[in-house]
């Protein structure tokens, strides 16, 4: 792979970057595709481990897409079983530590054989094709395990994040009908218990599909065993290592993974297993250019979709090592990503620009007094990048000498949708760009008639043609799959994220299409003027939104977070005003600027700007908050709002 070197310098805007066209092995890559989606995709799907190959490549009913119908074949086989006659059986599959230090490593013979018990044991226990398995385990090597057992007996898994409450726990399981739940006694997160098997027990009270609940013991106290209550252990070990893998349908559910909007009860993302493994397997080998010695850190949480694409099921059908992480960025010590990758020599970084941001507030000697210079590509996912923080990621972390693959995609897309592919070819660096669609991907930028835009003009994000990756409908809910998506804009897949195109064709993110102000009649992207915040010396990271305002409709209002060694002053204030008046015009003065240690987000990291809004507007939280990071602790979020509110406003 060839090194690349950025000497960009940000000027005015994206257009100011003096670049080379992309690389031809990639322009023509994805031209050919284009021409032949179908043929395209089938190509990609003949890389996976096939009971029976497809009748059909695409039975496409607009907006229902089928993919390889006719076909069997089994997820687990695609990650495990391929790797059992050959030499990476002995090559380490996942390496799990913990926040405190504790290393647990396996192999792939080790994790196959694991999988294989707990597979039995669940069949053993009436889990068959088609049923509903909850998972509500920490960051945990058993989690992976679990999904894996779930997939290789056709069992459908659903991972709920364990730092939700016993009400979203509840949601989803009703939602669902499961019949199992799995889960731990205990999580650990910045140095607290979270008692799992507590939040469970209340959550299944107000449940009636349960029939199990499986524990896995992590701490020494008693555990309080309930009539549907089994032990992992106990079950575990009087299971066979082989259980015989269920070939199933190509359009057979792998799995529901529920997201959620500001309104309403989460919505089930429903992926099947050929399309999705087709996408995932391919878009791994494009984006992160996989080789044999990668030791992959991707920092996702797998209740995450990305955990669940790029770090359980891509980097195991390719044969790469894993490193999971049960712990935070900054606990107990601002360095703990930087730490992991000297010790475990990562050859790849795949993390959120929130978690980027974290350690910007702090001094450059903590990064530089690690040795990782293992690391040979960089990745970002979750939300668009500023560029301050990719150039950054890029001469701070990466010394120059990584290139950065800024990922766009969604957990209805199922994997990579714009990406730099370093696995195909090498083409000039944007700071803060996706750079360009990967193959096979038909990507649009549309204005409110579903018109493609001129080059440098803001439009709606949308997919024009379907894609092996995508959602087959939202889990019971046809109606809400085809209103939510594929209504605004008719054929066309709605993404609900404004982009635009520069003169190189490359792609800029410009945030929700939801997340815009209206300031005096103008339209202001939320991440244009989180950026402009975060360009200022001393901030680390900004969530801004509106209020209402007599004289301008609306007014902005900024939550900012400082980096270390800074303090707030009215000084800074009038700065940040003066900073923001030229950086993005008079029209985007903020109205009152606001101080805080964080910000609310998911546990993608995405800031979850809504709830500043109702504060801010003293009006009551609405909508979904589960997806919210660490739930149990919302209290203490509260709390942060409500100091707020006695801030000096400007």
Same mark, same amino acid.
Not at 294 to 322: E, R
């Given at each position: 792979?060839?090194?690349?070197?950025?000497?960009?310098?940000?000027?005015?805007?994206?257009?100011?970057?003096?670049?080379?066209?992309?690389?031809?092995?990639?322009?023509?890559?994805?031209?050919?595709?284009?021409?032949?989606?179908?043929?395209?995709?089938?190509?990609?799907?003949?890389?996976?481990?096939?009971?029976?190959?497809?009748?059909? =490549?695409?039975?496409?009913?607009?907006?229902?897409?089928?993919?390889?119908?006719?076909?069997?074949?089994?997820?687990?086989?695609?990650?495990?079983?391929?790797?059992?006659?050959? %030499?990476?059986?002995?090559?380490?599959?996942?390496?799990?530590?913990?926040?405190?230090?504790?290393?647990?490593?396996?192999?792939? %013979?080790?994790?196959?054989?694991?999988?294989?018990?707990?597979?039995?044991?669940?069949?053993?226990?009436?889990?068959?094709?088609?049923? @509903?398995?909850?998972?509500?385990?920490?960051?945990?090597?058993?989690?992976?395990?679990?999904?894996?057992?779930?997939?290789?007996?056709?069992?459908?898994?659903?991972?709920?994040?364990?730092?939700?409450?016993?009400?979203?726990?509840?949601?989803?399981?009703?939602?669902?009908?499961?019949?199992?739940?799995?889960?731990?006694?205990?999580?650990?997160? @910045?140095?607290?218990?979270?008692?799992?098997?507590? &939040?469970?027990?209340?959550?299944?009270?107000?449940?009636?599909?349960?029939?199990?609940?499986?524990?896995?013991? @992590?701490?020494?106290?008693? &555990?309080?065993?309930?009539?549907?209550?089994?032990?992992?252990?106990?079950?575990?070990?009087?299971?066979?290592?082989?259980?015989?893998?269920?070939?199933?349908?190509?359009?057979?559910?792998?799995?529901?993974? !529920?997201? $959620?909007?500001?309104?309403?009860?989460?919505?089930?993302?429903?992926?099947?297993?050929?399309?999705?493994?087709?996408?995932?397997?391919?878009?791994?080998?494009?984006?992160?250019? !996989?080789?044999?010695?990668?030791?992959?850190?991707?920092?996702?949480?797998?209740?995450?979709?990305?955990?669940?694409?790029?770090?359980?099921?891509?980097?195991?059908?390719?044969?790469?090592?894993?490193? =999971?992480?049960?712990?935070?960025?900054?606990?107990?010590?601002?360095?703990?990503?930087?730490?992991?990758?000297?010790?475990?020599?990562?050859?790849?970084?795949?993390?959120?620009?929130?978690?980027?941001?974290?350690?910007?507030?702090?001094?450059?000697?903590?990064?530089? $007094?690690? /040795?990782?210079?293992?690391?040979?590509?960089?990745?970002?996912?979750?939300?668009?990048?500023?560029?301050?923080?990719?150039?950054?990621?890029?001469?701070?972390?990466?010394?120059?000498?990584?290139?950065?693959?800024?990922?766009?995609?969604?957990?209805?897309?199922?994997?990579?949708?714009?990406?730099?592919?370093?696995?195909?070819?090498?083409?000039?660096?944007?700071?803060?760009?996706?750079?360009?669609?990967?193959?096979?991907?038909?990507?649009?930028?549309?204005?409110?008639?579903?018109?493609?835009?001129?080059?440098?003009?803001?439009?709606?994000?949308?997919?024009?043609?379907?894609?092996?990756?995508?959602?087959?409908?939202?889990?019971?809910?046809?109606?809400?799959?085809? %209103?939510?998506?594929?209504?605004?804009?008719?054929?066309?897949?709605?993404?609900? /994220?404004?982009?635009?195109?520069?003169?190189?064709?490359?792609?800029?993110?410009?945030?929700?299409?939801?997340?815009?102000?209206? &300031?005096?009649?103008?339209?202001?992207?939320?991440?244009?003027?989180?950026?402009?915040?975060?360009?200022?010396?001393? =901030?680390?990271?900004?969530?801004?939104?509106?209020?209402?305002?007599?004289?301008?409709?609306?007014?902005?209002?900024?939550?900012?977070?400082?980096?270390?060694?800074?303090?707030?002053?009215?000084?800074?204030?009038?700065?940040?005003?003066?900073?923001?008046?030229?950086?993005?015009?008079?029209?985007?003065?903020?109205?009152?600027?606001?101080?805080?240690?964080?910000?609310?987000?998911?546990?993608?990291?995405?800031?979850?700007?809504?709830?500043?809004?109702?504060?801010?507007?003293?009006?009551?939280? =609405?909508?979904?908050?589960?997806?919210?990071?660490?739930?149990?602790?919302?209290?203490?979020?509260?709390?942060?709002?409500? /100091?707020?509110?006695?801030?000096?406003?400007?």
């Amino acid at each position: 792979m060839t090194e690349q070197k950025s000497s960009a310098k940000l000027k005015d805007g994206p257009d100011a970057l003096e670049i080379n066209l992309q690389g031809k092995a990639l322009r023509e890559m994805r031209l050919n595709a284009l021409e032949n989606i179908e043929e395209f995709w089938a190509r990609q799907a003949n890389n996976l481990v096939w009971n029976r190959k497809w009748d059909k =490549i695409l039975d496409w009913n607009p907006p229902f897409a089928k993919w390889f119908t006719g076909g069997l074949l089994n997820a687990s086989v695609n990650c495990l079983d391929k790797h059992i006659n050959n %030499n990476t059986k002995n090559k380490a599959a996942i390496i799990w530590e913990s926040e405190s230090g504790d290393v647990r490593t396996f192999t792939y %013979n080790q994790l196959y054989v694991q999988v294989n018990k707990f597979a039995n044991a669940l069949r053993n226990l009436g889990i068959k094709k088609g049923d @509903r398995v909850i998972i509500y385990l920490p960051m945990v090597p058993e989690l992976p395990i679990a999904l894996l057992a779930c997939s290789r007996i056709g069992a459908i898994h659903i991972v709920v994040f364990s730092g939700f409450s016993s009400q979203a726990l509840t949601d989803r399981i009703n939602d669902s009908k499961s019949k199992v739940i799995i889960t731990a006694d205990q999580g650990i997160r @910045r140095g607290k218990t979270l008692e799992l098997k507590k &939040i469970v027990d209340n959550a299944i009270a107000a449940t009636a599909s349960i029939e199990h609940v499986i524990v896995l013991r @992590r701490g020494t106290d008693e &555990i309080k065993i309930n009539e549907k209550d089994l032990l992992w252990d106990e079950l575990v070990k009087k299971e066979k290592s082989y259980c015989k893998p269920e070939f199933v349908e190509s359009t057979h559910p792998l799995y529901i993974l !529920y997201t $959620s909007g500001t309104t309403g009860k989460p919505k089930g993302v429903l992926h099947s297993t050929a399309g999705y493994l087709t996408h995932v397997h391919a878009t791994a080998r494009w984006v992160f250019d !996989y080789n044999d010695e990668d030791i992959f850190f991707c920092t996702a949480d797998i209740g995450w979709v990305t955990g669940h694409s790029y770090m359980v099921y891509a980097p195991l059908m390719h044969g790469v090592t894993s490193v =999971i992480y049960e712990g935070t960025p900054d606990f107990p010590t601002p360095d703990r990503y930087w730490a992991l990758i000297e010790k475990h020599r990562a050859t790849i970084l795949y993390t959120t620009p929130t978690a980027l941001r974290i350690y910007m507030k702090h001094d450059l000697s903590i990064p530089n $007094s690690f /040795d990782m210079s293992s690391l040979r590509l960089l990745g970002t996912v979750g939300e668009a990048i500023n560029p301050e923080v990719w150039l950054w990621y890029f001469s701070v972390i990466g010394k120059e000498k990584c290139p950065i693959v800024d990922t766009w995609w969604q957990t209805e897309t199922g994997g990579t949708m714009i990406s730099q592919c370093l696995g195909i070819d090498t083409i000039p660096m944007k700071p803060g760009s996706g750079t360009f669609p990967v193959p096979g991907v038909d990507i649009g930028i549309v204005d409110e008639k579903g018109a493609d835009v001129e080059p440098n003009n803001k439009g709606y994000l949308v997919i024009k043609r379907p894609w092996p990756g995508m959602l087959m409908t939202l889990w019971n809910n046809d109606d809400k799959y085809v %209103n939510t998506y594929w209504s605004k804009f008719k054929g066309y897949y709605y993404s609900g /994220d404004f982009a635009l195109l520069d003169r190189d064709n490359y792609i800029w993110l410009l945030g929700r299409s939801d997340d815009v102000l209206k &300031i005096a009649g103008h339209r202001l992207g939320t991440m244009e003027l989180e950026s402009a915040f975060v360009s200022f010396d001393a =901030i680390a990271e900004a969530a801004v939104i509106s209020k209402p305002d007599e004289e301008k409709g609306e007014a902005i209002v900024a939550f900012l977070v400082l980096k270390a060694g800074y303090k707030e002053s009215p000084e800074m204030r009038t700065d940040l005003v003066n900073h923001i008046r030229k950086t993005v015009g008079p029209i985007a003065t903020p109205s009152e600027i606001y101080f805080t240690n964080k910000l609310p987000k998911t546990r993608s990291g995405k800031i979850m700007r809504r709830l500043l809004k109702s504060i801010s507007t003293n009006s009551d939280i =609405i909508g979904d908050t589960s997806t919210l990071e660490d739930e149990a602790s919302i209290e203490e979020i509260k709390q942060v709002y409500r /100091d707020f509110q006695g801030i000096t406003k400007h």
